[in-house]
């Protein structure tokens, strides 16, 4: 998903902003709000939420369910494009093959 917005940004709170502005908020299983980290680089912002591990009955660390993207928001235009939910330098990685 791509989209423009008027002003690039030129912090992290800003493209905080305009993630905020145009996805939903992602959610825990509670309800509650997932924290969202923003990973500034040399074009753009990496806009991803962070979940809590999942563990078993037992207290075993469980996969993380599959799916997901992260969010890059151009410092260029402010363009907001999905990457998928990769660690976060073969995130960056993409994007600057696929943008940069």
Do not use: C, W
């Not at 990973?39 to 469980?62: H, N, S």
């Amino acid at each position: 998903m791509t989209s423009d917005h008027p002003t690039p940004p030129t912090t992290a709170e800003q493209a905080l902003d305009i993630v905020r502005s145009r996805f939903a908020e992602p959610r825990l299983p509670d309800g509650s709000r997932a924290e969202l980290r923003v990973e500034e680089f040399d074009i753009g912002y990496l806009v991803y939420a962070v979940f809590p591990p999942v563990t078993d009955a037992a207290g075993r660390p469980q996969p993380a369910p599959p799916g997901g993207s992260k969010i890059v928001v151009s410092k260029e235009t402010g363009e907001t494009v999905t990457v998928p939910n990769y660690p976060t330098q073969a995130a960056i990685d993409l994007y600057r093959r696929q943008h940069g």
